[in-house]
Every structure is written in C-alpha cells, then in structure tokens.
Nanobody
C-alpha cells in the first residue's frame, strides 16, 4: 500500500491550495483518512480527518477555512485550503487507516511522504 501526497507549494497569505493523497495497492477497505502537519522541531498535529461514512473532524485552527473530502471510488483524499495564513506553513502528511486484501481482519496505519506548504505574508 502506498499513499502519494501532492499539491503543496508556495502561496501568498489569503490564497488557496488543494492537496491530494492517492492511496494505491492491495486495499480492501478504508475506514479513515486524514491530514496532519508538522513544522520542523514540533510534533505532528492533526489537521482534518474523514471517515468512510463521511464524518469529519477539524483542528480548531483550520475550521471554516479547510475542507477535507474523500473520493471512495478513487481512494483519494483531498484537502481544500482557503484563506491560508503564514502559520499554516508546514509539511502536510496524509494518513490512512485501512485493511488490505492480504489481511482483511487487521486495520493498519499508512502514511504518505509529505508535501510542503509555504504561506508567505
């Protein structure tokens, strides 16, 4: 199983970016996917998650600005980020909690490689 994140880049404050995370491989079922971010020297923090039943959860700092969604047919996670602020600058990682066709009874966590978002003031 691989998670490939993309869509990061440099944007001015107030701008928008859309991150994508494509999950591929021997996936049987995805129970949850989410976005996390990390600034160098700090712990990785939750940004937003979405479950298979489309329940979402957001960090207070991004509520009303970011929207997380998932395309189940494509096993792809998205994060629409609007009204970006300099403090949103971080490496963004996607995470998937899923089962594989080789081991359908075990839920495991997988992480993408991260994509850098830089917001200039």
């Amino acid at each position: 199983v691989q998670l490939q994140a993309s869509g990061g880049g440099l944007v001015q404050a107030g701008g928008s970016l859309r991150l994508s995370c494509a999950a591929s491989g021997s996936i049987f079922s995805i129970s949850m996917m989410g976005w996390y971010r990390q600034v160098s020297g700090n712990q990785r923090e939750l940004v937003a998650t979405v479950t298979r039943s489309s329940n979402t959860d957001y960090a207070d700092s991004v509520k009303g600005r970011f929207t997380v969604s998932i395309d189940h047919a494509k096993n792809t996670l998205y994060l629409q980020m609007n009204s970006l602020r300099p403090e949103d600058t971080a490496v963004y990682y996607c995470r998937g909690r899923l089962t594989t066709t080789q081991n359908m009874g075990v839920v495991s966590n997988y992480w993408g490689q991260g994509t850098l978002v830089t917001v200039s003031s």
